[in-house]
């Protein structure tokens, strides 16, 4: 009799590590390639300050992440293989510093004990992708449009408020077929979060006010 999968959902901004991986490496890509106009921008718009306060309001008020789409947008006409080059220096240079490691250790041990991890994330694949490589697990990703070779500064898949569709298109079977579990810090994955035994929600420092309405294990770090 062939053994029920295990799959663990991980999340990875905020869960992994404690940082917007899709801005690191958009920054990152924009100060290898000389580009200073557009790495002043971004980092004006990602500082903790009165703008980034701003653009927070908005996306609540609207549910639109303006930040995320500048970020995006800063992108166009880049070429994919280029970006993929910067991600590899960025993952390795610069993000093992925000590694939560409670989370990876939490993953590790679930890991050995016969959990299959999978890297479930809104941000970017070069991104996502390259940090799977580097931690030998597959991954789900948004990924970025082109347009004749070219990124167009949009995404050909945005996997916000679709990652249970998107977990369940990639194990070709509904969630309840498989034993779940999942790692996040995110109110959004809720739906995946519905579907796991056990649910572990990852905060910093404190737990925020609707971790405590699941009936979830929560890891402060």
């Not at 610069?94 to 299959?116: F, V, Y």
């Not at 082109?146 to 569709?165: E, H, I, P, V, Y």
């Not at 979060?193 to 990852?202: D, E, Q, S, W, Y």
Request: charged share 20%; with cysteine.
């Amino acid at each position: 009799m062939t053994a029920t999968p295990r799959i663990l959902a991980v999340d990875v901004c905020g869960t992994l590590y404690d940082t917007n991986t899709t801005a690191g490496l958009v920054m990152f890509h924009h100060a290898r390639r000389g580009h200073r106009w557009r790495h002043a921008a971004l980092t004006a718009i990602s500082r903790r300050g009165v703008l980034r306060a701003g653009l927070v309001a908005v996306a609540k008020l609207t549910r639109f992440d303006v930040h995320r789409a500048l970020v995006l947008i800063s992108l166009r006409n880049e070429t994919l293989t280029s970006l993929q080059a910067s991600a590899k220096g960025y993952v390795t240079d610069h993000l093992p510093a925000t590694a939560i490691a409670a989370a990876h250790t939490r993953m590790a041990r679930m890991r050995a004990a016969g959990w299959q991890p999978v890297l479930v994330s809104n941000a970017l694949s070069p991104v996502i992708g390259e940090i799977a490589r580097q931690l030998d697990l597959p991954f789900i990703a948004s990924d970025p449009a082109q347009r004749a070779g070219r990124l167009t500064g949009r995404l050909s898949r945005d996997l916000t408020g679709q990652k249970r569709k998107a977990v369940e298109a990639y194990l070709n079977r509904p969630l309840d077929a498989v034993a779940f579990a999942v790692i996040t810090d995110n109110r959004s994955d809720r739906d995946l979060v519905a579907a796991a035994n056990p649910a572990i929600l990852v905060a910093a420092r404190t737990p925020r006010k609707w971790m405590r309405t699941w009936d979830a294990e929560i890891l402060c770090h």
